[in-house]
């Protein structure tokens, strides 16, 4: 399987598969309170059983191309996943995501395996859309999607019922003409 390395920090994008549940489950367990103040995937992922259960789904997506997740890993160790939790080749839009335990946050992590992520979705699957929702609260996400230079859209106002609080979701999104344009000039401020 791949290996893609995310820079000289010994990060990597791995596929995470459904006999990497001890591995996400450690990673939630490490970072559960931090990963669950804006998603609700630490309440998904109780124990094992459920980590496979979560992992089991994305690989059902994967097989009827409808998403797929990927691990971010650290010096050997999972510490985050990024996933497409929607992909829907028909229409070319497809809604991005991701977590990191607290010891990986504020390293560009999720930055830089998003770029690859946006690079292979816009490259080599032909998407024209790529969709980012976040928590208004949640500023770490916000900050990822303007680095990939997303498109704030609009916020859906108390839609998302998180833990006994509705939470307003900000939409952003970058299209594949916006994104090959900042990669061109991205490399052309390389030179």
């Known amino acids: 399987m791949y290996a893609i390395s995310l820079g000289d920090d010994g990060a990597e994008l791995r596929p995470l598969e ?97 770029r690859v992520l946006l690079d292979w979705a816009f490259d080599e699957r032909g998407m024209h859309r790529v969709e980012w929702y976040a928590s208004s609260a949640n500023e770490g996400s916000l900050k990822v999607a303007r680095r990939l230079g997303m498109i704030r859209e609009g916020v859906l106002r108390e839609n998302y019922p998180h833990r006994g609080v509705r939470t307003d979701t900000e939409i952003w999104a970058v299209l594949a003409p916006e994104w090959r344009a900042a990669r061109a000039r991205g490399a052309e401020n390389d030179h």
Not at 36 to 44: N, V
Not at 52 to 63: E, H, P
Not at 87 to 104: H, I, Q, Y
């Open 18 to 114: 459904v006999w990497h549940a001890p591995e996400l489950l450690a990673n939630i367990d490490r970072g559960r309170e931090f990963i669950g103040r804006h998603i609700g995937l630490p309440d998904a992922v109780p124990d094992l059983d459920a980590a496979r259960a979560y992992l089991r789904s994305y690989a059902d997506k994967r097989a009827v191309d409808a998403g797929s997740l990927h691990g971010v890993w650290l010096d050997g160790k999972l510490v985050g996943g990024l996933l497409f939790r929607v992909w829907d080749t028909p229409s070319g839009v497809c809604e991005a995501g991701c977590w990191l335990e607290p010891a990986a946050a504020g390293r560009g992590l999720v930055t830089r395996g998003m």
